[in-house]
């Protein structure tokens, strides 16, 4: 599989013609839009229960734990065990 990376701009019809390298295979294709500005969630449909779940992700608040907190967790659940 080759890659190609060509700028383009998005018109307000949303039409895009690229032209690709003379020297770039010729047959069947993907082709793959990456903008440059940021997506709203209006924009982005999940498709299946895992795009779903990385979306709801997102959704939440950032939390942040130090390392010190893990390990007391780590260290009272393996005192839990009694072992």
Same mark, same amino acid.
């Given at each position: 599989m080759?890659?190609?990376?060509? /700028?383009?701009?998005? %018109?307000? *019809?949303?039409?895009?013609?690229?032209?690709v390298p003379e020297n770039f295979p010729v047959g069947e294709a993907e082709v793959i839009v990456?903008?440059?500005?940021?997506?709203?969630? /209006?924009?982005?449909? %999940?498709? *299946?229960?895992l795009d779903a779940l990385l979306t709801w992700q997102?959704?939440?608040?950032?939390?942040?734990?130090?390392l010190e907190d893990i390990a007391t967790q780590v260290r009272e659940e393996r005192e839990a065990?009694?072992?």
């Open positions: 080759r890659a190609c990376q060509i /700028e383009a701009h998005i %018109p307000p *019809n949303r039409r895009l013609e690229i032209v990456l903008s440059r500005k940021g997506t709203t969630k /209006e924009m982005i449909e %999940p498709t *299946n229960a997102q959704s939440l608040p950032r939390q942040s734990r130090s065990w009694g072992s």
